[in-house]
């Protein structure tokens, strides 16, 4: 029997080949690297699992779990580029690792790059096709490129296997949204709060809220934003929603309110700036309206303030004015049936009625369907009540 046989069996265990003690003594070394590296990366120690998984490179050139955990790194970074290079890598010397496919599919989808995405989740979904996170993931890409048909099919699917996953839930109501399909998308939100009426997601609460917008629901609306503004006093999204809202039912002094609180918090957001002037316009305070208007105006031009501003000029009878405003507006958007519709009404009521019926008319030779222009024609050129 050979020495090192007879000692091996002996259990002498400086008896082993030094070619086996060198590789076993590498792959403890690799393993205890990996472990430590994930650990740090966990804790988002993210230079120092660098340099573990650097040093795993040293020793083994293209170690998968190193690889995978540099792409994790450099994402964590939100630097995507380079994480798909580790990604890629991993996959040109390791053909189907999930983790670095999972890696590669988010880093495409964070850069928008949804088609890609898809295509690296469904080889994926090859070797597990019952991955509820990575079909939700699919569906949420398929729902970015607009491919209702296969976004709904797999929600439901995920449905299917977990009957209230909430990130299902949630991506069929955004889904039915995105289409304008509002009931639908109510739905699959307020069945959300159901499931947890003590923890609901403040971003639920105002989805609820915009979908009774879009319905003009506006009062069924109002309490999902007064329920997440009870979250988060500041939230802009709760705080929009009830200004709309109270416009919505022409409750303009209650929509003055909430506008001038996002105004506290953003003093120069032009879009507030003009909605809070055309509440005071509507309840007749022209002077504070033009304020706002010429706050907005000041920080760049907008449409719907120099509107304001021309409305309140006609409000006050000065139509000469406002017919001058407005016909500038047009020149500007010429396309806007709004700015007819006012303009010919300064018309009327200055006796010009041709020239109200020649702007109306203008409109019309765009080629663009518009029902209030064509039933304001109509009234005009029959002699039937303008209202």
Not at 235 to 259: K, P, V
């Amino acid at each position: 029997m050979n020495d090192n046989l007879e000692n091996l069996l002996q259990g002498d265990e400086n008896s082993f080949p030094a070619e086996n003690i060198s590789e076993h003594s590498e792959t403890d070394q690799i393993s205890a690297l990996s472990k430590e590296g994930y650990q740090l990366l966990k804790s988002n120690k993210i230079l120092e699992a660098k340099e573990m998984f650097q040093k795993i490179l040293e020793l083994e050139s293209n170690n998968n779990y190193a690889l995978v955990g540099l792409g994790d790194s450099e994402r964590k970074q939100n630097n995507y580029n380079e994480a798909i290079k580790y990604y890629s890598m991993c996959l040109l010397h390791h053909p189907g690792n999930n983790y670095a496919l999972f890696g590669l599919a988010d880093c495409y989808k964070a850069l928008n790059w949804y088609y890609k995405a898809i295509e690296i989740w469904e080889q994926y979904l090859i070797h597990d096709d019952r991955n509820i996170t990575v079909l939700t993931r699919v569906a949420d890409a398929y729902r970015k490129t607009h491919d209702f048909k296969k976004s709904k099919e797999l929600y439901l699917k995920v449905l299917d296997m977990e009957q209230n996953n909430a990130y299902a839930l949630i991506g069929l109501g955004h889904l039915h949204y995105d289409f304008k399909e509002y009931k639908d998308a109510l739905y699959y939100w307020t069945k959300m709060v159901e499931l947890n009426p003590d923890a609901v997601d403040i971003r639920v609460l105002t989805s609820i809220g915009n979908c009774h917008r879009k319905l003009k629901t506006f009062d069924k609306g109002i309490p999902f934003f007064e329920q997440a503004l009870q979250m988060d006093s500041n939230n802009f999204y709760a705080l929009f929603g009830l200004a709309d809202c109270y416009r919505g039912l022409n409750q303009q002094y209650r929509a003055i309110e909430y506008w001038n609180k996002i105004l506290v918090l953003d003093p120069g957001n032009k879009v507030i700036l003009t909605r809070a002037g055309d509440a005071y316009r509507n309840t007749g305070d022209y002077e504070t309206a033009s304020e706002y208007y010429n706050k907005a105006l000041d920080i760049a031009f907008d449409i719907y303030a120099a509107l304001g501003l021309a409305l309140i000029c006609k409000g006050k009878g000065q139509y000469d004015e406002a017919a001058e405003r407005l016909a500038s507006l047009i020149r500007d958007d010429p396309k806007n049936y709004k700015l007819y519709v006012d303009l010919s009404d300064c018309y009327l009521k200055l006796n010009r009625k041709q020239d109200a019926i020649t702007c109306l008319e203008n409109f019309q030779r765009q080629g663009i369907r518009c029902q209030p222009v064509a039933d304001m024609l109509d009234k005009l050129k029959n002699n039937k009540p303008a209202y």
